[in-house]
């Protein structure tokens, strides 16, 4: 079967310019800036990898969580297959999930008692010309970072639940 041709863009991007990462940067701030705490970015073990794990913020003691969100971030160009990549949760990867945050709280029992959701973020990302930046639209939480434009498309607090 013959390949398809390269539909990606054809802007050179430096390697280190990591889409992926750029989404979780992108939302990690989006987060804090409504008020939540970051507590871990690309946490790892052997089950896989939590993107962001955040705590909602004490009125009293701000520093402290009183609630922990397990945010998992789909960063994907326009045009995707995946419904912005809200089809990539699968059951197997919420159980993934589910497994890689115990495996967190039990290397954080200080929170383990903690009321905790899985939250997911979607995020739109397409590569833009040097020199060719707008600035995001006011109607959209964006931004414009390493030669890509990011938008959050949506954000699901509490977006699945095991069963």
């Not at 990690?28 to 409504?34: E, K, P, T």
């Not at 969580?65 to 990539?88: H, M, Y």
């Not at 890689?100 to 833009?128: G, K, M, N, S, Y």
Request: proline share 7%; aromatic share 8%.
């Amino acid at each position: 079967m013959p390949s398809q041709p390269n539909r990606r863009s054809k802007l050179t991007l430096p390697p280190s310019a990591d889409p992926g990462a750029l989404g979780e940067t992108f939302v990690a701030q989006w987060l804090r800036d409504r008020g939540w705490l970051v507590l871990a970015r690309r946490w790892h073990c052997r089950w896989g990898e939590l993107d962001l794990v955040i705590g909602q913020a004490s009125a009293q003691v701000p520093a402290e969580p009183i609630a922990i969100a397990f945010v998992e971030v789909k960063t994907r160009s326009r045009g995707n297959w995946d419904n912005d990549g809200a089809l990539a949760i699968t059951a197997q990867k919420r159980a993934k999930l589910w497994k890689t945050a115990q495996l967190f709280l039990a290397a954080h029992p200080i929170w383990a008692e903690l009321p905790c959701q899985f939250d997911v973020a979607l995020v739109c990302c397409r590569a833009i010309a040097p020199g060719k930046a707008t600035l995001p639209q006011a109607d959209r939480i964006q931004t414009i970072t390493a030669g890509y434009c990011l938008t959050l498309q949506r954000y699901i607090p509490a977006a699945f639940t095991l069963d």
